[in-house]
């Protein structure tokens, strides 16, 4: 997503195999070959943030904003702390306040402050997230306080870098399956992006950051 990736100003690793194949593969399929081809390459790639505190962050604020309101508040933040981690920690210092600080409301602040008393009691342990079973992985992070299914797939899509990942809760990612496949059901999906739902979902956010909905109707549809 353009406004995920420009958040941090991450320059991108090179594509992996897997990546690149799942592109091939996508670009043959009758129903992704016309948004592939409209959008053409990603101009980002997954993982985009090395950095799991940027992560969270933006794992956090992000529930249930737009992309360009978490990238403003986010920017606003850092403006005022300089780094994630002092976000975390100004967090801490002000979960317990009621309403909103900074465009921050008081269960995100509590979330930010969660996640540093889950960092200290589990030292490191999202780098064995990668390897987990996707849906054990899911429940990991969800069982953590203020953190779901939709905070789960984001840091695997953009931290860990997990190809396997569908996030179906995603109300955008829901938009653009219904325009493609006709539904947003993963049952009826999973078929067509097996083994490619990361870059999948990469090429749905694009198509609505880029603002090519009405295009692609034109392109496929008349």
């Not at 975390?88 to 979330?111: C, D, L, M, T």
Request: net charge positive; aromatic share 14%; with cysteine.
């Amino acid at each position: 997503m353009k406004d995920v990736y420009s958040i941090y100003s991450i320059t991108p690793t090179r594509r992996n195999n897997k990546y690149k194949r799942s592109i091939d593969i996508l670009s043959k399929n009758s129903r992704l070959k016309p948004l592939i081809k409209l959008i053409g390459p990603l101009n980002y790639k997954v993982p985009i943030w090395p950095s799991i505190e940027d992560t969270i962050l933006y794992t956090v604020i992000g529930q249930m904003l737009s992309n360009s309101a978490s990238l403003s508040i986010i920017k606003r933040l850092h403006k005022n702390f300089g780094f994630s981690s002092a976000v975390f920690q100004w967090a801490k210092r002000n979960y317990h306040r009621i309403g909103p600080i900074k465009g921050v409301s008081q269960k995100k602040r509590k979330a930010l402050y969660k996640w540093l008393l889950y960092a200290d009691s589990h030292p490191r342990v999202w780098e064995e997230w990668k390897q987990l079973p996707l849906a054990e992985y899911r429940r990991e992070v969800s069982n953590i306080w203020g953190f779901g299914r939709w905070s789960a797939d984001m840091i695997a899509i953009f931290h860990l870098g997990r190809m396997d990942i569908w996030p179906e809760t995603d109300n955008g990612i829901k938009k653009v399956s219904r325009l493609v496949f006709g539904t947003d059901r993963y049952s009826r999906i999973k078929r067509h992006i097996a083994g490619c739902e990361t870059v999948t979902a990469l090429y749905f956010w694009e198509l609505l950051n880029k603002n090519l909905i009405s295009h692609f109707e034109k392109e496929c549809y008349g």
